[in-house]
């Protein structure tokens, strides 16, 4: 699907956007003289073919949730998560129309089905809906009976009888099996769900009434999307819904940046073109299009002063009207806050909007930077390096300009100075890249399919550089 039909596609009453804060400062205060401005009965709302129930295009994702003693369970893994600010945050999202709560057993170090179930358990069950995951992603769980136990915990942890929305989490993905040995992704595919029975179990599941709504998330190889599009057009399996990873630099740039992951216009295209809902996973590809460079900033504020950077991602992914809706990982107040604003309604991203994001995402891919949205699904290395955070600094510096390609640049010492102190700051010694031994054990679990190994000897290789270059200064 080309741009141009894409637009063709978007209907008069479509989606609303939702703006994660892009500099959200807070921690999770209550902010509630903020409460009576936000607009009730507003809302956007998306109609579900199958079952003709209005669903929120604001998805809570439930993924990040905020922890005591401030942040979320990925910054501080160790810590208790705070119970009390679900609740009211689940309470502000349902009261401004929010209904779709989107979960797993492998969020939030496998606390975030029972905290959800506690937040939403609250309320009449038909006042909200419920999407969790088949998270089947250790071989430990294929065993039939493990994957039935997986799905029945769930259950138990949400405290409720059925699951409205449920998902094969991560299709296409790699894995590793018991051995240790890389298994493609149709190779994990066909381990976690169709060898063990899993798949048809599920569709007995949904049969019964236990499961409303079957589907899947998708990550990488797109051998195994196009099957189960093939499975769908011959009636062997049918899918309800589909998530697919969404946002103005995937739309066209996803393989450009990563040969192996697919561009979001031809997944959303063959979603549309079978009338299977789209669920919209990184709007903001996790907060790097809510960071971008500042002269990209400069663009969108004087093009539209009161709109954040994030809202201009936001109203991207929202406004296809096959998409059902938008999930946002929010772990403050302040960034519930800040969706419910600019979901309730949503403003269509126009033409000639569209063209000025395809410019921005132009800007951006050729930044160069690597496509890692800080999921954490490669961690934890077994020799102790922080993948993440390596590149998110890596990252960091070429959106700031510290990222020198000649030595003969008038700012070489200032940017690598920056570099370095910056390194040290961001990632323990003992946690940075030229501890990496080349296992490959990370690189499987990485939905932007990144070549892990290879990026961490890159970086290690400029870090090198750059220390030989400062002790032949001195």
């Given at each position: 699907m080309k741009r141009r039909d894409f637009f063709k596609s978007i209907g008069s009453g479509a989606i609303g956007s939702s703006a994660l804060l892009a500099a959200c400062t807070g921690?999770?205060?209550?902010?509630?003289?903020?409460?009576?401005?936000?607009?009730?009965?507003?809302?956007?709302?998306?109609?579900?073919?199958?079952?003709?129930?209005?669903?929120?295009?604001?998805?809570y994702g439930m993924m990040r949730l905020p922890?005591?003693?401030?942040?979320?369970?990925?910054?501080?893994?160790?810590?208790d998560i705070d119970q009390e600010l679900v609740n009211k945050q689940v309470d502000v999202a349902i009261e401004h129309g929010v209904n779709y709560f989107d979960t797993s057993p492998a969020y939030c170090q496998g606390r975030s089905e029972h905290c959800t179930g506690i937040a939403l358990s609250r309320y009449p069950r038909d006042k909200y809906f419920i999407a969790t995951k088949m998270s089947n992603f250790s071989?430990?769980?294929?065993?039939?009976?493990?994957?039935?136990?997986?799905?029945?915990?769930?259950?138990?942890?949400?405290?409720?009888?059925?699951?409205?929305?449920?998902?094969?989490?991560?299709?296409?993905?790699?894995?590793?099996?018991?051995?240790?040995?890389?298994?493609?992704?149709?190779e994990a595919f066909n381990a976690r769900y169709i060898d063990n029975g899993i798949l048809d179990w599920l569709v007995e599941q949904r049969k019964t009434g236990r499961i409303r709504n079957l589907g899947f998330s998708y990550h990488g190889d797109v051998e195994v999307f196009d099957l189960l599009m093939q499975w769908h057009d011959e009636g062997r399996y049918h899918w309800d819904f589909a998530q697919i990873e969404l946002n103005y630099l995937d739309w066209e740039f996803a393989n450009e940046i990563n040969s192996r992951n697919t561009d979001a216009v031809y997944l959303y295209g063959e979603l549309q073109k079978?009338?299977?809902?789209?669920?919209?996973?990184?709007?903001?590809?996790?907060?790097?299009?809510?960071?971008?460079?500042?002269?990209?900033?400069?663009?969108?504020?004087?093009?539209d002063p009161e709109s954040t950077v994030a809202s201009w991602a936001f109203r991207f992914?929202?406004?296809?009207e096959g998409v059902l809706t938008?999930?946002?990982?929010?772990?403050?107040?302040?960034?519930?806050?800040e969706n419910i604003r600019t979901y309730a309604p949503l403003k269509p991203i126009t033409d000639e909007e569209n063209e000025f994001l395809m410019d921005i995402a132009r800007h951006i891919y050729d930044l160069n930077t690597i496509p890692c949205n800080e999921c954490n699904y490669c961690m934890p290395c077994p020799y102790g390096i922080d993948i993440p955070s390596i590149f998110v600094?890596?990252?960091?510096?070429?959106?700031?300009?510290?990222?020198?390609?000649?030595?003969?640049?008038?700012?070489?010492?200032?940017?690598?100075?920056?570099f370095l102190i910056g390194y040290d700051r961001?990632?323990?010694?003992?946690?940075?890249?030229?501890?990496?031994?080349?296992?490959?054990?990370?690189?499987?679990?990485?939905?932007?399919?990144?070549?892990?190994?290879?990026?961490?000897?890159k970086i290690d290789k400029y870090v090198e550089e750059l220390k030989i270059d400062g002790k032949l200064e001195e």
């Open positions: 921690k999770g205060k209550d902010n509630g003289s903020d409460f009576a401005e936000l607009p009730k009965g507003m809302m956007t709302m998306r109609e579900n073919p199958n079952t003709h129930e209005k669903v929120s295009l604001l998805g922890v005591e003693g401030g942040g979320s369970g990925r910054e501080n893994p160790d810590a071989p430990a769980s294929w065993p039939r009976k493990e994957s039935i136990a997986m799905f029945e915990n769930s259950l138990k942890e949400l405290q409720v009888d059925y699951v409205d929305y449920l998902l094969m989490h991560g299709i296409g993905m790699g894995a590793q099996d018991s051995k240790g040995k890389n298994m493609s992704g149709m079978r009338g299977i809902p789209a669920v919209i996973m990184e709007p903001l590809l996790g907060g790097r299009l809510a960071s971008v460079p500042e002269n990209i900033v400069k663009k969108m504020k004087q093009r992914a929202g406004t296809p938008v999930l946002s990982g929010m772990t403050y107040m302040e960034h519930l806050i600094h890596y990252n960091k510096c070429i959106k700031e300009g510290y990222i020198s390609k000649s030595r003969q640049d008038e700012e070489y010492r200032k940017q690598r100075r920056a961001s990632v323990p010694r003992l946690r940075q890249a030229n501890h990496c031994v080349g296992c490959g054990q990370c690189s499987p679990h990485c939905p932007q399919r990144i070549d892990i190994p290879r990026e961490l000897r």
